[in-house]
Nanobody, 128 residues
């Protein structure tokens, strides 16, 4: 069982930046066996995959909507993943979730079904 805790959400004006964190309750050695995905959900909309990072998969993967705007990194020793969001727009508002899924599973890294464990979410509000 993996517990994930997100933090770093808040309110920001359009054009601003935020960095979200996601801490996993596993040992660093085990942490590397998980892909970490970031998702967001706006009110009345479906949950959307934002991006993912996996050890051994090469560079992080992003949805086209945030390419060049968001950056995912992770610090294995701290079992923490980060989502750096820049040039934020009101349409980036929503609840942001991180998720963990074993890296041996198949399937798109930007789909919810790829992941077994989810954080509680953190709210991001971008005002115009």
């Amino acid at each position: 069982q993996v517990q994930l805790v997100e933090s770093g959400g808040g309110s920001v004006q359009a054009g601003g930046s935020l960095t979200l964190s996601c801490v996993a309750s596993v040992e660093p050695g085990s942490y590397t066996t998980y892909c970490i995905g970031w998702f967001r959900q706006a009110p009345g909309k479906r949950r959307e995959g934002v991006g993912s990072i996996c050890t051994g998969y090469g560079a992080p993967e992003y949805t086209d909507r945030v390419m060049g705007q968001f950056t995912i990194t992770r610090q294995i020793s701290k079992t923490t993943a980060y989502l750096r969001m820049t040039s934020l727009k009101p349409e980036d508002s929503g609840t942001y979730y991180c998720a963990a899924g074993h890296n041996w599973k198949s399937g798109s890294l930007l789909t919810s079904g790829r992941y077994e464990y989810w954080g509680q979410g953190t709210q991001v509000t971008v005002s115009s």
